[in-house]
């Protein structure tokens, strides 16, 4: 039976206790820490039909690929047991079980590692994640000669907001229920639509709270120092003036300590949303976009003329004769405001007031502009997730050229796109073919053989539109970014060119070696086109990282930020398609809101 709004599934095969083997028969070593292993330790077989689908928040790939429906006997392992035996992308494996003692042969497609890091110390090898080989489905019924078959299935649904709905329905198939265990995992792996409405609506009311705070205690300020001007406006009133050319000198009055405050709340709010301060104590901070200045003086200027207006409007509104106050000696600024030196006799109220309106004035830049930028990055997140897809075309480089994806961000059901930056491995050396000495030190750095000199290429149509840069997680130093016309131009960490003396201006080489063209086409990627020769690139540009999302857990070398390094468009596709003008492998494309997303989804794949 169909239901509507369910996108796609996968399902998890029965476990299955395995002997591994390389190709030549040689048992391979179990992962273990306390507890040494025994004869009576195996590992965990496990089937799975989308690895990438089904376990997506639960392990990290680092090396290879998923196992698909399309896979015929893979196999995963993961990257603590692919170091212990020395495993890389398309060795081969025979893994024997009870159910078939004979054993089957699988070629290792992907090396992972589970991204809950757990204490499993004293747990036996048996026991152990990192003893958990996942194969593909049919595999899986090989193994376990077909007795045990699916124990669990994953369903995904098109628009998280339709969760609800379609569980119900779900719920009221004909099957027992007794016999199944169904449960919803929205909070641990999707984002839910209505959360992310009911935080934007959370900001839009801690935004008004805000504003009406500041307003009644600037109001409430303004109010005592009105009183204390009693008798001057009694005086004015009995002379003629009328209520709003009292108002409008007051308003004058104080746009002098307003002006002030304004000023000082704009320098200070922007140190602290650029994230200047926090930056120089090393704290990390986000640099936060600020309301335009626009909005600054729309915002607080009609917040002090409304309290101005309200905090006079008692006494102005009585009569002139209830409102004056005899007394004994009237000074002369009294019965003359407008010659008043400035501050005079006020200047502690004048500090204060400039003191409170700058407050609060920096309260509500600061807050309406950290919930202007939480609900954009919200809105962004949940459009994000439900409409966009991504166009992938590493099977055919040379395809998703930046005219095609032009061309079809240009569909009206097509509302934006971002090209996915291209990045694959790549050996280093200088000028004379030495090759460079990379960062491959530590104990939780894993360097597959073939990769001690190899790094990371990454190419985009600018550098510094790459997420990494945009984010702020990389930062040149020195020189500049690489453009969209640039040719043989590179920018490199400063780790590299502290290691090997290199500076800007010097040209480097890259270098495809047969190691990296073969972790290549187990990804997937189509080699057959591309030009393995030494390439040359000028480095333009030096950068460094500010924090190294690799450093938990084990992980491979030539993908650390340090081993990074960003090539010029042009050069890059001359790599994979010397024919092609520049092109990306994947790009993503965000569909209308008010299109339907499946049906925008199938045009594209229609396309030509």
């Not at 949940?382 to 395809?399: L, W």
């Amino acid at each position: 039976m169909n239901i509507d709004g369910i996108k796609i599934y996968a399902v998890h095969y029965a476990t299955s206790s395995g002997i591994i083997t390389d190709k030549n028969g040689s048992p391979l070593e179990l992962v273990h820490y306390n507890i040494p292993v025994s004869a009576d330790d195996v590992s965990s077989v496990r089937g799975i039909s989308d690895s990438g689908l089904y376990l997506s928040s639960r392990i990290n790939l680092k090396a290879g690929k998923h196992i698909t429906p399309d896979s015929k006997r893979e196999a995963m392992v993961t990257l603590p047991f692919a170091e212990l035996n020395h495993l890389n992308p398309g060795d081969h494996l025979l893994i024997t079980t009870p159910g078939n003692p004979s054993g089957i042969r699988v070629a290792l497609s992907g090396i992972y590692e589970f991204t809950d890091k757990t204490d499993e110390t004293d747990l036996s090898p048996s026991e152990i994640s990192a003893n958990v080989i996942y194969v593909d489905p049919d595999t899986a019924l090989a193994l376990d000669n077909g007795t045990k078959g699916i124990i669990s299935a994953a369903f995904f649904v098109e628009q998280p907001d339709q969760l609800a709905s379609i569980f119900a329905q779900v719920q009221k198939l004909d099957i027992d229920w007794n016999k199944y265990e169904l449960y919803k995992e929205t909070d641990a792996y999707v984002i839910d639509t209505d959360s992310v409405k009911a935080v934007s609506k959370q900001f839009s009311v801690l935004t008004a709270a805000i504003i009406v705070t500041g307003f009644l205690v600037v109001t409430l300020v303004l109010m005592l120092q009105t009183k204390m001007r009693t008798n001057e406006m009694a005086v004015l009133l009995s002379l003629g003036f009328t209520k709003n050319s009292i108002r409008l000198q007051h308003m004058i009055e104080a746009m002098i300590p307003a002006g002030i405050s304004i000023a000082a709340a704009y320098f200070i709010g922007r140190c602290l949303l650029s994230g200047v301060l926090f930056h120089a104590f090393n704290i990390p901070a986000e640099d936060i976009p600020m309301v335009t200045l626009a909005e600054i003086l729309v915002l607080n200027l009609s917040l002090l003329t409304a309290s101005i207006w309200i905090s006079g409007a008692r006494i102005l509104n009585a009569p002139p004769n209830t409102v004056f106050e005899k007394t004994t000696e009237v000074n002369i600024y009294e019965l003359y405001p407008m010659r008043r030196p400035l501050f005079y006799k006020e200047k502690s109220r004048s500090i204060f007031l400039i003191l409170l309106l700058t407050t609060v004035f920096l309260l509500l830049l600061t807050v309406v502009s950290v919930a202007g930028h939480a609900k954009t990055v919200l809105e962004k997140m949940e459009h994000n997730f439900n409409r966009e897809f991504v166009v992938d075309a590493q099977n055919a480089p040379g395809s998703l050229t930046l005219e095609r994806i032009h061309e079809i961000s240009a569909r009206e059901d097509i509302t934006a796109y971002r090209p996915i930056s291209n990045a694959v491995p790549v050996e280093f050396a200088d000028n004379n073919g030495t090759s460079l000495s990379v960062k491959t030190d530590g104990d939780n750095c894993f360097i597959s053989p073939g990769f001690e000199h190899a790094g990371t290429l990454v190419s985009n149509v600018t550098s510094d539109s790459d997420e990494l840069f945009s984010e702020g997680t990389l930062k040149i130093i020195s020189g500049r970014h690489v453009k969209e016309n640039d040719a043989h131009k590179i920018l490199v960490h400063k780790e590299l060119t502290d290691k090997n003396s290199l500076h800007l201006g010097d040209t480097i080489q890259l270098k495809f070696p047969r190691a990296i063209t073969r972790d290549l086409e187990s990804m997937g990627y189509d080699t057959s086109h591309m030009n393995t020769h030494t390439i040359q690139a000028e480095i333009i540009g030096i950068f460094e990282s500010q924090d190294n999302g690799h450093t938990a857990g084990m992980h491979l070398s030539h993908q650390l930020y340090e081993n990074y390094c960003y090539l010029d468009l042009e050069t890059y596709s001359s790599v994979f398609n010397p024919k092609a003008p520049p092109f990306f492998f994947q790009a993503a494309f965000s569909a209308a809101s008010s299109s339907d997303f499946a049906a925008a989804v199938n045009a594209v794949k229609n396309l030509d």
